[in-house]
């Protein structure tokens, strides 16, 4: 595509096809507004940008000049960013289209979009149960092919898990790979932004596109770009590690079937797979529940009705201020939170806590060098224990709702690059294997991935 | 009953760095801009914008740490230090605690009561300031300017050093001299680029324990510091006195009423929740930087007084007024590289010099070389001192070679024997009984013609020659 004219069709199929899905709960921005600012966003975008005229809806949490970013939240309701997140510019300086912002548990904190303040996002297939979460707005659009990519946010697999749910491509890159400036930060040590795509190929040719050196961002690697690998022939030479802990014995009988089945392929693909062990994973949601609400805590101190943002009732004075805009603003997975993280950083309690998760997190790192040191490339895991549950299912039990992010919380920990292929279905229902690469080498990833996705049935029931 | 007390005194000084824009952002740090025009997404606290740490901030920060002989840490950590302030937009300040930036160094200064005498520096750590909190700007409202917000800041803690108010002014104004030898702050309480708190505690001279310590704020002017402290360490001797006990608090200092009072428990924060700043890695300096670091920090003011006394010959009290200012010392040390005798110069500088530049707010007026050429004429004997003084006075106020405006003013000294001879006649023609006089033995009466020649020349004669003209017109 290089022509305005078609850059403008492409546009406008967009916005229709986001209106024909708009059940779905999936897109924050109004219909009018979105029709129009995508119009003027294709008579102006850049025709030899590589993504000219591709239509990308990004997670309401990733600032955009345009729409409003709430981040799901009415704490942020309304509030509109005086800049562009780095990721959004690069969108836009490659010829992308802004295609809305999508709905998202609130400020990331949440496994199936029903965390917001705007209401649940419905899953594409089965309008009872959930997209996953908390990117499941872009998960939801892309699964329901009203955009081929979108972009989300992980924090704890906030991608990959309504990836798998929604039967999409979702990868997280390794963090420092792509710019968090404008991305509005939950736990910052663990926050990237990532791609949702309709194949590998969209996913990774967006991520591309984003990824690279920020100096706004000083926890972003000094990096070129990522460079696209070819599809491979095969997977001859590739070592994949299949760690035995995210193989429980109560896993959920089709999942492992499915995950079998994609094991047997990338065999059949040439690659040597063997069975490995990661033996500190049993402590990697206890070891999140602590860093992620902690840095949270602090990374949401700043909503206080001062500066931005609606002020509530009974704003008297600064203390009432803080506590109605904090206390009506935030729902209550935030509050639960933000208590949570402050109380293990407060003093007394931070070494019991705090610096213990860390050490945690050091070990579980180091499992996955091991592993890696050891001539093993890649590890394949199922990405979720179970396919897209039912809305409201553990909407009042969080700690099952926190162990949905079981198996991708660890990448995020350590750091690494996860990607979520579709392997299958389950009673009608997609399910994703996950691949984790080593810390920049996303290319290999994406390799084995490319090849995966050309051979798993992904339709087929498991 | 007083004498039987000690006062022990801990100094935190934040000070402000000298930067042109702030520690995380590119924003301006200059003081006085409209209010909350020097801002920008990251020093506003934005959603989603980030930090990213200045560089010339982290050099002068450095230079700080060396000068005051503090470990550099090749590896520091930035953390958040959080509390909720309107004038706070993250939540959260940035600065350093378990990793700070320098440790372990030492200032020594001039005690008033112990001569030298040396404070520890417990740690310097870099951080960001707040901004500014206006109560009084419209009625019953608070006003938040964050133009401040953001401005790097380093804090200077010491160890309970100090033993009287005086002493802890005294280690402040030494302190200042330092950062501002080194350009790394222009020290100014005033505008807030320099503020002091401080831990005070006493005991009975004797005791090694110390005794419960508050903490004084608000000293916001170099005038208040030994007043704040010595108001504290009196309250505190009279409540000990009165029997009573002290509570480890934090008392503001009013200098309206001379007074402290203690900070209401509800603007005290208890727990700051400090962790380390998830958007920072560690602060990792390489070993190259700090040498180079060392190498851009100047002579500090110690060291140049003890420079000055060898070299130049000069007295410690002498050499410190020189070195008290390193623009004066360098002002000095020009004069007498342009040829003037260091005592002469030194003498110059402390008197006329400093005189005209305390009264001149446009600083060293007559240029080191003038003053050099200046001095050479009275040495030469073509200005009487007095006339120098004049010829300096008019060359600061309108500029121009001393000689030429000596020539100007009249002021040149004659030395020429043929003029001499001629005034001097004059003058022994108009006093022929004290010329008999003379002659016959009151040679004290020489003095009496040299006055009456210079008065003839009205001032111009130079009296040295003057007076060999004249002893050998009246040698018998
Ligand atoms: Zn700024």
Known sequence: MSDPSEALASAKAAADRIVNVKRLNACLTPIKELRKSLAAQASTAHPSGVLYGMPVAVKDNICTLEFTTSCGSKILEGYRSPYDATAAAKLKAAGALIAGKTNCDEFGMGSSTEHSAYGRTLHPFDKTRVPGGSSGGSAALVAAGAVPAALGSETGGSVRQPASLCGVVGIKPTYGRVSRYGLVAFGSSLDQIGVLGRSVHDAARVLSVISGRDPKDSTCEDRDSLRLPNVPESLQGFVIGVPKEYFPQDLDAAVRRACDRAIRLLRELGAAVREVSLPHTAYAVATYYIIAPAEASSNLARYDGARYGPRFNGSEDVRALYRTTRGDGFGPEVRRRVLVGTYVLSSGYYDAYYRKAQQMRALIAQDFRNVFDRGVDLLFTPTTPTPAFKAGEKLNDPVAMYLSDIFTVTANIAGLPAISVPIGRIKGLPIGGQLIGQAFLEDEMLEAAYALERAVPAAEEA | ?476
């Open chain 2, 1 to 476: 009953m007083a004498g039987a007390w000690e006062t022990v005194i801990g100094l935190e000084t934040h000070v402000q760095l000298r930067t042109v824009s702030k520690m995380f952002c590119g924003c301006s740090a200059a003081f006085g801009a409209p209010p909350n025009t020097n801002v920008c997404p990251v020093c506003l606290g934005l959603p989603g914008a980030l930090p990213v740490p200045n560089e010339h901030a982290l050099q002068l920060a450095v230079r700080a740490a060396l000068g005051l002989g503090c470990t550099v840490h090749p590896r520091s950590v930035f953390a958040r230090k959080n509390y909720f302030y309107p004038d706070l937009p993250k939540g959260y300040q940035i600065s350093q605690f378990e990793q700070p930036l320098a440790t372990a160094g030492s200032l020594s200064y001039l005690s008033p009561d112990r001569g030298i005498a040396t404070a520890t520096i417990q740690r310097l750590h870099v951080e960001e300031d707040a901004g500014k909190s206006l109560h009084d700007r419209f009625p019953k409202q608070t006003a938040i300017d964050l133009n401040r917000c953001g401005v790097p800041l380093i804090e200077i803690v010491t160890g309970p050093d100090f033993r009287s108010p005086h002493e802890a002014r005294t280690y402040l104004l030494t302190l200042k001299q330092v950062l501002e030898y080194a350009a790394i702050s222009d020290c100014d309480m005033e505008k807030g680029s320099l503020r002091v708190d401080a831990n005070v505690s006493v005991r009975r001279v004797g005791e090694t324990m110390l005794g419960t310590k508050t903490e004084v704020k608000n000293i916001n002017s170099f005038a208040y510091v030994e007043k704040a402290l010595t108001v504290e360490r009196d309250r505190q001797i009279a409540v000990l006195e009165g029997g009573g006990t002290l509570a480890p608090q934090t008392m503001l200092y009013d200098s309206k009423t001379n007074g402290v009072r203690p900070q209401r428990s509800k603007e005290e924060s208890h727990d700051y929740r400090y962790f380390p700043d998830p958007d920072l890695p560690p602060l990792v300096l390489t070993e190259q930087f700090i040498a180079e670091q060392q190498t851009l920090l100047p002579e500090l003011p110690a060291k140049k007084r003890e420079r000055f006394v060898e070299k130049y010959a000069l007295s410690v009290t002498d050499a410190a007024v020189l070195t008290a200012d390193r623009n004066v010392a360098d002002y000095y040390e020009a004069v007498v590289h342009a040829g003037a005798d260091a005592k002469t110069a030194a003498n110059w500088v402390m008197t006329e010099v400093l005189a005209d530049a305390k009264d001149h707010a446009d600083g060293l007026r007559v240029a080191a070389g003038a003053l050099a050429n200046l001095i050479g004429l009275v040495r030469g004997g073509t200005l009487s001192h007095q006339a120098a003084k004049r010829v300096f006075a008019e060359v600061a106020e309108r500029g121009g070679e001393p000689r030429n405006v000596a020539e100007a003013l009249g002021l040149v000294q004659v030395a020429d024997t043929g003029v001499l001879s001629g005034w001097v006649s004059d003058v022994l023609g108009a006093h022929t009984s004290e010329v008999m006089r003379y002659k016959q033995g009151e040679t004290k009466l020489l003095q009496f013609f040299v006055g009456q020649v210079m008065k003839a020349s009205r001032g111009k004669a130079d009296p040295k020659l003057a007076q060999r003209v004249l002893e050998e017109k009246l040698a018998p």
